[in-house]
């Protein structure tokens, strides 16, 4: 009793301190306006007696609470929690934040993670309040609204983009969840918002929690960068990272920029922010796959104040943390892709580009390919036709829900592929937050004080390492 009451305290603390390190990883519903908030609302701080708790949103929309319009909730970071978990709890919520529930039905979530349909529903429901139904719901009712906000398409070619089985579904849970008809969740849209004309694309902002350090991971997409489907440009601090996506139901081009925003209205250390971001699609379908795949890249999810306090207790790291507070640890925007150019390098991955990639039908700039699936890739020789062919058959999976540890087993059989390799791979395709790669720089032995963000001291030392070389001070 004693425990829960101290876990209340906690939360109702971070409500009434608008305390935006807590975005996404609980909300807050107030029973006497039926509406539910992110930590950070600037609204007046409900009473504590009226004030109900949720792991997720959709556990909050399922209890029958509305989305607050001043804060909009459904717009937050996810929780850092998913990431770093590898339990199936974990596993499924990345997998549904991918979209496998819309695309594959809950037969299939539960497939991917080796149980059965009834066993997700129970674990789902016993931990966050929702099962994958309501949790694929809630995401996509966020989908709509930002594709009514940000788009002029018809609200039919909406509905279906945004993974609703039919029009009454859509219109039905608009309503429920914003407690607006999509007409008039259009009509609140901001004008900053919106679509461009002329401007092809979806207009995003990219949610953090906390400081974010975008120079090291534009830095780190400038060195990796392959001709054909990535290209970066402008100068540091204002660059703008774009590249194409193979995608499940088509192609995409999204492209970042580097100046990260601040969010106003909170307290000014607990502030979270936003990167600049534009998607263009073939096929509407992919938004939640294409957003979800530049979450992981830019490793917008993750919690820099646990990351931070860990690693700033030792006294070797704590002058670099201190330096780079929110330094991420880049991801993936294809996992499959990823694990390829490990293998190869980036001279081979450039050949492979223009022998294997498929040609996109309207090319952008120097974008006009898309890195090649892995069944295309079966007829190489050697350690990298060895890798297509478990991608391929699906004996190696490294989707968002994939057992880390299972797929580490799988590539450790694979001929060529060392150590370090793998540990590239698991952390990088995989998002594992807590990976040592062996023959880095990275200090004490092992590491184990970092735990369980040894993925994130790696790139301190890293960066430091590359500064100093440079001969330039610490950003």
């Avoid at 919690?303 to 070797?316: K, M, N, S, W």
């Amino acid at each position: 009793m004693g425990r829960m009451g101290t876990e209340e305290d906690t939360r109702y603390e971070a409500v009434r301190s608008r305390d935006a390190r807590f975005d996404g990883e609980f909300f807050f519903a107030v029973r006497t306006t039926g509406i539910y908030c992110r930590p950070s609302c600037p609204a007046v701080t409900p009473k504590r007696q009226n004030v109900r708790y949720y792991a997720t949103a959709a556990a909050a929309q399922s209890s029958g609470f509305r989305a607050c319009r001043r804060c909009r909730p459904d717009a937050v970071p996810g929780s850092a929690a998913w990431n770093v978990r590898a339990d199936v709890v974990g596993r499924a919520m990345r997998l549904i934040g991918d979209g496998v529930v819309d695309r594959e039905g809950v037969g299939g979530l539960a497939g991917r993670l080796g149980y059965s349909a009834r066993q997700v529903q129970r674990q789902l429901t016993a931990e966050l309040g929702a099962g994958p139904v309501a949790l694929a719901r809630a995401q996509r009712a966020h989908t709509a609204r930002l594709l009514l906000q940000t788009t002029p398409l018809p609200v039919t070619e909406i509905a279906f983009a945004a993974g609703f089985a039919s029009v009454r579904q859509f219109n039905d849970t608009i309503r429920e969840v914003y407690a607006r008809t999509p007409t008039e969740l259009r009509a609140d849209a901001p004008e900053r918002g919106r679509a461009v004309a002329g401007v092809a694309g979806i207009p995003l902002r990219l949610a953090h929690r906390g400081p974010y350090r975008a120079g090291p991971v534009f830095d780190h997409l400038a060195r990796e960068r392959v001709d054909g489907i990535e290209e970066l440009t402008g100068e540091p601090g204002t660059r703008v990272f774009r590249r194409t996506l193979r995608l499940p139901y088509g192609t995409g081009i999204v492209s970042v920029d580097e100046a990260a925003h601040e969010q106003s209205g909170t307290l000014a250390e607990h502030r979270g922010g936003w990167l600049d971001a534009r998607i263009h699609l073939t096929d509407l379908r992919d938004l939640t796959t294409a957003v979800g795949r530049l979450r992981r890249l830019f490793d917008l999810d993750a919690d820099p104040y646990a990351i931070d306090e860990r690693l700033g207790a030792d006294p070797g790291l704590a002058p670099l943390v201190a330096a780079r507070p929110g330094l991420r640890s880049p991801g993936a925007a294809d996992a499959e892709e990823c694990a390829v150019r490990a293998v190869v390098g980036p001279q081979e991955a450039a050949r492979l580009v223009e022998r294997y990639g498929k040609r996109l039908d309207a090319p952008c700039g120097g974008l006009d390919r898309v890195f090649p699936a892995p069944d295309e890739l079966v007829g190489e020789g050697g350690t990298l036709g060895a890798l297509a062919r478990v991608l391929a058959d699906g004996t190696l999976r490294l989707d968002p829900g994939a057992d880390r540890d299972d797929a580490e087993d799988v590539l450790r059989t694979l001929p060529g592929i060392d150590a370090r390799t793998v540990a590239l791979i698991r952390m990088r395709a995989l998002g594992d937050p807590d990976v040592t790669v062996p023959g880095d720089p990275v200090g004490p032995a092992g590491g184990d004080a970092w735990r369980p963000w040894r993925s994130y001291a790696r790139q301190h030392l890293l960066v430091e390492s590359s500064w100093k070389e440079s001969g330039k001070h610490r950003e």
